[in-house]
């Protein structure tokens, strides 16, 4: 379970953001590596704008697809209020990258609930790590030219957190085999944006 | 030779697995989490694949092709085998000629279904034997057992997956030049065989018996059944994922992993027992392998520990060790951070669904709003009452608009709302279906009206898909699930040809159209059906004039939060449109019911 090289990332996030594709990306990176590698994504019904899970989990043997509780090494939250309903899948110590995105459920323009404080989403975090990092990914996605980049740019900025030995090219191949030729430039500058976003952080 | 080593997802697995073990006919209905094994079935040029009108119609098409000498795949989800228990019963009696895999996919938690069962019990009540893997490889490994087994003993072959294995991916290893056994095609005459009179049937009865003793023999040996030597203290019993979390709790047991789960072994599972000092059982659901032991006289223990409902997971198993005093406390203690009170966030009907105007109008007719509360319930009964079905439109039933009552399964919207006007209900009574439900199992249910005369309304949402389960076609849609174009059936005819006087077509995007139909549908004296047609947004591209609210004009009435659009969001005490979720001119409901007329596109209101 906690052998050599193993990684449990969570990406979470609202039906539409394209999660379950970076997680399809990273975890062919990791399988052409040479990792075991398991991944198991929330479909169905919860696609309707519903909230959004993938567990990826890497490793030389992995068992579960599921994650367990307080055993995630990453959290990569595309949007703030899901990176607070899954806090207690972080370990203590993990890292939690979270996109400074609120898309508000309809209780809230109802009226009937409150969307949490950024304090309160990053408080709870703090109980369990140093390592949260608050990252603007949709206005700099947007900056490229689309929005719909967020998804690769989060990975290029997660992709330096993983101690995992992968190549430019390794990346490169990864993200080719999942997108179309037409937008295939546009999301490799999205992932080298963030990557480069990532790049002053002290990891 | 070339070895390909892949991610693959349970579903993708099972579909590589049954071509590679030579199937050439492969039947489906869609229904999560079984819906990509047809659509990966589809991709391969070299079969028939097609989207049965439903699952009972899938398992006839596969039996009839099995006969043919064909080796056959039938998938479903778990409640479709309900649907298709009756020919699947009717495969156990005769047996087969070619193969015959019938996957069942359950969905414990029921992440998208409208109930829990454990089809492990079609089994026992099939007498047939069936097949459960853990992963991808043992999912593609498996089907070629399968057919061999459905071959050798003259059965056709369940084989059992949960959600968390058809929609998890792992790594699988495949030869993928292996080579295809083709089969002769042809069809034996065999009435004592095939025809299932009375006298015949007895002759096959005792056929079923002994060839469930002679898969128990296969189920001594099979390798599809290990034992993995261990720690002597603790052995495991389990299969499917449950054995994954079993292993990753306990790390150094003993197991016996079942792929094989019906017939079971008892002397492999005795000589087990035999091995270990305590026999723990992991399983998700009924304590299906835990009684099947117990009734071996073998002492076991699992569900008193364990729960009998929803998805387990490594954490659950070890606190049901705990209790069960196999590992100490201190190894399941894991401080869990709480999460707090948070909004939810429930699926919601897409912005510009064309579902939504309809909802919107039944939720303002009857008093509906006032009556029902925030939960939707009531003691008292409202002017309509709405019968449900299955499909996005389901959704409906989540605030704001709260406009549906019931939901069963499929098709019984409208046997329901026969039911409760014959009752003698005072309130008016609308089934809602969408048009592959409505295919599937809505025109027996039309025909039962037309025939016994109940003044109902139905209220069909066409929108040419089956939009839930992820666009696959259906039998109006007017293409295969090959890809193929092939002769829409027409709802229109279909609603006619069995008699229904009263109905009226109406485009889903055009409010005061639908207002009026559905008003004047439910006023009606007569049985009345309302076609309710427009495009689902989900394959809808074009997004044109996006609608956005003229700040100046808006009087934050709220009307416009009613409809349940995602686009349509508030913020510091003012409505907005979202521009990046709306639909723009594909849609326009909410500038159409705008009392203030404050909603248009850029630079215009309405």
Redesign the interface.
């Known amino acids: 379970?906690k052998s050599q090289g193993k990684q449990d990332v969570l990406m979470v996030g609202?039906?539409g953001q394209g999660i379950i594709l970076a997680s399809?990306i990273l975890?062919?990176v990791a399988?052409d590596i040479g990792m075991?590698?398991?991944?198991?994504?929330?479909?169905?019904?919860?696609?309707?704008?519903?909230?959004v899970t993938s567990h990826l989990r890497i490793g030389q043997k992995?068992?579960?697809?599921?994650i367990?509780?307080?055993?995630a090494d990453i959290l990569l939250a595309f949007e703030k209020?899901?990176a607070?309903?899954?806090?207690?899948y972080?370990r203590?110590g993990g890292t939690v990258i979270i996109n400074n995105l609120a898309i508000?459920?309809?209780?809230?323009?109802?009226?009937?609930?409150?969307?949490?404080e950024d304090e309160?989403i990053l408080g709870?975090f703090r109980?369990?790590t140093k390592a949260a990092y608050l990252i603007n990914g949709t206005q700099q996605a947007a900056a490229l030219g689309d929005?719909r980049t967020l998804n690769i740019f989060m990975l290029g900025y997660l992709s330096r957190f993983l101690p995992l030995k992968i190549t430019d090219e390794q990346w490169q191949k990864g993200i080719a085999r999942h997108l179309p030729s037409k937008i295939l430039d546009l999301n490799k500058r999205a992932f080298e944006a963030g990557r480069g976003a990532a790049a002053g952080v002290n990891i | 030779m070339s070895k390909s080593r892949k991610l693959l997802s349970g579903n993708e697995a099972i579909a590589l697995g049954a071509y590679h073990a030579g199937v050439r006919v492969a039947t489906a209905y869609p229904g999560t989490p079984s819906t990509e094994i047809l659509e990966n079935m589809a991709a391969f040029k070299d079969l028939y694949a097609e989207w049965s009108t439903n699952e009972k119609v899938a398992m006839e098409v596969g039996l009839g092709a099995s006969y043919a000498g064909v080796r056959t795949l039938v998938s479903m989800k778990h409640v479709g085998l309900n649907v298709a228990a009756d020919p699947f019963m009717a495969a156990a009696t005769t047996g087969v000629h070619g193969g015959l895999v019938v996957v069942s996919a359950d969905d414990p938690g029921i992440h998208s279904s409208q109930g829990e069962q454990d089809n492990r019990h079609f089994a026992r009540l099939g007498r047939v034997p069936m097949i459960e893997p853990a992963d991808s490889q043992e999912a593609y490994d498996f089907m070629a057992a399968a057919y061999q087994i459905s071959e050798k003993y003259d059965t056709p072959v369940l084989f059992r997956i949960t959600t968390r294995v058809a929609h998890s991916k792992s790594v699988v290893e495949v030869d993928m030049d292996v080579l295809r056994a083709e089969r002769s095609k042809f069809f034996h005459h065999h009435v004592e065989k095939y025809v299932m009179l009375p006298g015949h049937a007895r002759l096959r009865v005792p056929h079923m018996h002994s060839r469930m003793e002679e898969l128990t023999a296969l189920a001594e040996k099979t390798p599809l059944n290990i034992i993995i030597e261990g720690d002597s203290r603790t052995g495991i019993v389990s299969s499917g994922v449950g054995y994954e979390y079993a292993r990753e709790a306990f790390p150094g047991a003993s197991f016996l992993k079942l792929g094989l789960i019906y017939p079971l072994p008892p002397k492999l599972i005795k000589r087990f027992a035999d091995k270990v000092n305590k026999l723990f059982v992991v399983e998700e659901l009924d304590p299906f392998l835990e009684e099947n032991i117990k009734a071996m006289g073998i002492k076991i223990e699992g569900k008193q520990h364990i729960p009998r409902h929803g998805e387990l997971n490594t954490g659950a198993v070890r606190h049901a060790a705990v209790k069960a005093e196999i590992i100490p406390p201190a190894d399941a203690a894991v401080e869990v951070v709480a999460t707090g009170n948070l909004p939810g966030r429930p699926p919601l009907l897409c912005a510009g669904c064309p579902h939504t105007g309809a909802f919107f109008v039944l939720s303002t007719i009857g008093k509906r709003g006032k009556v029902l509360d925030a939960r939707g319930r009531s003691e008292k009964e409202s002017g309509l009452i709405i019968t449900g079905d299955i499909g996005c439109y389901t959704l409906a039933t989540y605030p704001p608009l709260r406009a549906m009552d019931t939901t069963a399964c499929m098709g019984a919207s409208i046997g329901q709302a026969i039911g409760l006007v014959k009752a003698g209900v005072r309130s008016k009574v609308a089934a809602v279906i969408g048009d592959s439900t409505f295919m599937h199992s809505g025109i027996t249910g039309i025909i039962d009206a037309v025939y016994n005369d109940a003044k109902i309304t139905v209220i069909i949402l066409d929108n040419g898909t089956t939009a839930m389960t992820g666009h696959q076609d259906h039998p109006g849609s007017g293409k295969s699930a090959q890809g193929v174009s092939t002769q829409k059936v027409d709802i229109v005819k279909i609603v006619e040809g069995a008699g229904v006087k009263n109905l009226q077509v109406v485009d889903s995007f055009d409010i005061k159209s639908v207002r009026s139909a559905i008003r004047s549908a439910l006023d009606s004296e007569q049985l009345s059906v309302v076609i309710v047609r427009g495009r689902c947004a989900v394959t809808n591209k074009v997004r044109k004039n996006k609608r956005r609210v003229d700040q100046d004009a808006c009087n934050d009435c709220g009307v416009c939060l009613m409809i349940g659009c995602q686009a349509i969001q508030k913020k510091d005490g003012r409505v907005y449109i979202e521009a990046g979720t709306c639909m723009g001119d594909a849609c326009g409901i909410c500038q159409q019911i705008c009392p203030k007329k404050a909603i248009g596109t850029e630079g215009k209101a309405a």
């Open positions: 379970m609202v039906g399809d975890g062919d399988l075991d590698v398991k991944k198991t994504d929330t479909l169905g019904m919860a696609q309707r704008g519903g909230s992995v068992w579960s697809p599921l367990n509780t307080s055993e209020l899901e607070a309903r899954w806090v207690h972080l203590p508000p459920p309809l209780s809230i323009s109802l009226g009937t609930q409150v969307y949490p309160a709870s109980r369990v929005v």
